[in-house]
Nanobody, 124 residues
Framework: QLQLVEIGGGSVQPGGSLRLSCVAS????????VGWFRQAPGKEREGVSC???????DYEDFVKGRFTISRDNAKKTVYLQMNSLKPEDTGVYYC??????????????????WGKGILVTVSS
């Protein structure tokens, strides 16, 4: 059974960078679309970015040009490179996967598996 673990969170100053990794175990990732989500203090969880099984990507407007999602199926890992971080990027970041037969689609809803989340703090 697929399990996901997020790695790479921490504290960074505004303008800094972090790279999050979503590491899978228990199954291969090749037939899962994967998304990154975040939940800021006092707010609902929101989608950030997602990647299809064919490496197509999608970004929410508030991270376009700053964040980059990628995947390495051989390493069972999906990455989220976060640059030019802002205080409003602070929150718990989650990765989640949804099994799909459609290579050109990724999802922010009805995810099959979630990681436990990792804290990212952007503060001076």
């Amino acid at each position: 059974q697929l399990q996901l673990v997020e790695i790479g969170g921490g504290s960074v100053q505004p303008g800094g960078s972090l790279r999050l990794s979503c590491v899978a175990s228990g199954a291969n990732l090749f037939d899962y679309a994967v998304g990154w989500f975040r939940q800021a203090p006092g707010k609902e969880r929101e989608g950030v970015s997602c990647i299809t099984t064919s490496h197509g990507v999608d970004y929410e407007d508030f991270v376009k040009g700053r964040f980059t999602i990628s995947r390495d199926n051989a390493k069972k890992t999906v990455y989220l490179q976060m640059n030019s971080l802002k205080p409003e990027d602070t929150g718990v970041y989650y990765c989640a996967a949804r099994q799909t037969q459609w290579p050109g689609v990724c999802y922010y809803t009805d995810m099959d598996v979630w990681g436990k989340g990792i804290l990212v703090t952007v503060s001076s």
